[in-house]
T-cell receptor, first 112, second 113 residues
């Protein structure tokens, strides 16, 4: 009964370091999403993938890259982390033919 | 980008009180979703609304799809401590065929000790 699984749960980086946030879903959904959540700003879409092999920019893509490795996995990469990327990152997948999204538990990232 | 205005931003309430929050927009939506985020967790769907005027309940929670299709409301009756968290509205624009959601900024519910 896993749903959407994100790793790691917590991470501290120094400015300029790189890292990849992992996301996997076991619901056989085609569409997956990466959001960031900052206080008072709700959820802002970074990138999404409508199907395996496709990715598209969302509202705040700068400083990030994504890879849709296969139908299950969608990763988010920070090539050179900046303090402005301190945030909570959520991965979600969407039920096919509908708009309900299912979320992981999040990755809490601090960039010093 | 598109915005949903969600209010209030936060609420301090006594246990047992009823709670109301809403989301409004200048655009027309064909779906409204209400999610709750517990501390340290991801958002979880509470209620989905698909028709103007629709009123749907989930236990002590009741949500309505506004008849203008530009707003939605969530009410919580007789609040209890486990209701604390952040409540998000999300909507799909009527002209969107890609199922993308527009998100409100959230209402943080805090219960006074």
């Amino acid at each position: 009964n896993a749903g959407v699984t994100q790793t790691p749960k917590f991470q501290v980086l120094k400015t300029g370091q790189s890292m990849t946030l992992q996301c996997a879903q076991d619901m056989n959904h085609n569409s997956m999403y990466w959001y960031r959540q900052d206080p008072g700003m709700g959820l802002r879409l970074i990138y999404y993938s409508a199907s395996e092999g496709t990715t598209d920019k969302g509202e705040v893509p700068n400083g990030y890259n994504v890879s849709r490795l296969n139908k299950r996995e969608f990763s988010l990469r920070l090539e050179s982390a900046a303090p402005s990327q301190t945030s909570v990152y959520f991965c979600a997948s969407r039920i096919d033919g509908g708009n309900i999204q299912y979320f992981g538990a999040g990755t809490r990232l601090s960039v010093l | 980008g598109q915005q949903l205005n969600q209010s209030p931003q936060s609420m301090f309430i006594q246990e047992g009180e009823d709670v109301s929050m809403n989301c409004t927009s200048s655009s027309i939506f064909n779906t409204w979703l209400w999610y709750k985020q517990d501390p340290g967790e991801g958002p979880v769907l509470l209620i989905a609304l698909y028709k103007a005027g629709e009123l749907t309940s989930n236990g002590r929670l009741t949500a309505q799809f506004g008849i203008t299709r530009k707003d939605s409301f969530l009410n919580i009756s007789a609040s209890i401590p486990s209701d604390v968290g952040i409540y998000f509205c999300a909507g799909q624009l009527s002209q969107d065929s890609n199922y993308q959601l527009i998100w409100g900024a959230g209402t943080k519910l805090i219960i006074k000790p």
